[in-house]
């Protein structure tokens, strides 16, 4: 009978991951394992983030500075010459 209801057992895991459904364990598994990269990818994310604000606050406080001169960019992007 033990033999007969773990067989049993046994094939309604099967026929379930057939269908596509997992297991609560594999489910919960895979769950943390994505939450784990999303957490890593936000904060990647959240520090490019930081680092690009502070370099707009800089260009800001720089281009309404007194020190403000006007750039004038010819057809090469290497050969840029300040106006004055």
Do not use: C, W
Request: no cysteine.
């Amino acid at each position: 009978m033990l033999l007969q209801d773990f067989n049993v057992q046994l094939m309604q895991r099967r026929l379930s991951r057939m269908r596509g459904e997992r297991h609560d364990n594999e489910e919960r598994l895979a769950q943390q394992e994505k939450i784990q990269q999303l957490t890593a990818e936000l904060d990647e994310k959240t520090a490019v983030h930081n680092v690009l604000n502070e370099q707009i606050k800089r260009v800001n406080v720089y281009m309404f500075s007194s020190r403000f001169l006007p750039l004038q960019l010819n057809s090469d992007s290497e050969n840029v010459q300040f106006k004055r």
